[in-house]
């Protein structure tokens, strides 16, 4: 059993807070400050976005932090080393990486398993890889027992779910609406509808993303799923305020965390 399953063992009934940044926003130093205040205020577990140059699922606000970190010079390996100075100071936290499947396909499969392996991660999400060419990737990250997290959206079939739900690990992402992170239709009554069919399916806990932007809206997520997942909302704040970066994040995790409790 890893980090992520241990962490919603111990929750129990209550809801997971999952913040997402975008690692090298508004640079790497930074990232491991803000990783490490998020999780001390009272996040669950932290995605950590490995900044791309051509995004197919984020919005503007992540997009633009992608583009600030790769101005930057942040790469994959970068990406990776902060986690392991995270690691440093916190053992008992899960880190999953969300990316896309480019810059893990040049570093390569089996060292990029072993490299997530040694510096701590513990679950990955490419998001443009399908289930069809998932087998090599996540039989790499299998060796070193690093979950394999797979997005649902409101359009999958029931027929694919099943298909998800015999290769995933740690949680399932479900994407609370057509569209790109950070827009803003949500509605909580089709959530709600999607996940009481999802679960016929998937044992695994059930994390819903895309679209949460306050903590009134998050509340009513918690009500109806395992986990909490905010992006868009913590990254307009960095991007707002890039020298007080973490005191910030940390601010909105713990204002999160109220909300769902």
């Keep these: 059993m890893n980090r992520i399953s241990k962490t919603f063992q111990a929750l129990g009934q209550r809801k ?6 975008t690692a090298g926003d508004p640079d790497l130093e930074a990232t491991v400050a803000i990783m490490t205040a998020m999780a001390q205020a009272g996040a669950d577990i ?4 490995i900044p791309f140059s051509d995004p ?16 930057g010079g942040t790469s994959l390996r970068d ?11 916190n053992q008992d936290t899960p880190v999953i990486l969300m990316g896309y499947l480019n810059p893990i396909h040049k570093m390569g499969y089996a060292a990029f398993a072993q490299a997530a392996a040694q510096v701590g991660v513990d679950g ?8 069809e060419s998932i087998a090599p990737l996540q039989n790499a990250l299998a ?6 997290i797979f997005l649902i959206a409101p359009t999958t079939s029931e027929h694919r779910m099943q298909e998800i739900a015999r290769r995933a690990g740690g949680f399932v992402y ?22 009481s069919v999802l679960r016929r399916h998937i044992d695994l806990p059930i994390g819903v993303g895309f679209g949460i932007s306050n903590t009134e809206d998050a509340a009513k997520i918690a009500a109806v799923s395992d986990a909490v997942i905010i992006g868009s909302r913590i990254v307009r704040e960095i991007e707002a305020y890039p020298q ?16 769902i409790a």
Excluded: N
């Design 174 to 195: 479900y994407v609370s609406l057509k569209g790109v992170t950070g827009s803003s239709e949500l509605d909580i009554g089709q959530v709600a509808a999607k996940l």
């Design 16 to 21: 997971a807070l999952i913040p997402y940044i």
């Design 244 to 259: 007080q970066a973490a005191e910030r994040a940390a601010q909105l995790v713990s204002e999160f965390k109220a909300a």
């Design 46 to 49: 932290l995605e950590v976005g």
């Design 56 to 71: 197919m699922a984020d919005g503007a606000v992540i997009q633009r932090a992608s583009e600030r970190a790769l101005a």
């Design 143 to 148: 060796e070193y027992g690093i979950d394999c």
């Design 79 to 89: 990406v990776l080393a902060a986690v392991g100075r995270f690691r440093e100071h």
């Design 124 to 131: 990955v999400l490419t998001v443009d890889c399908p289930i």
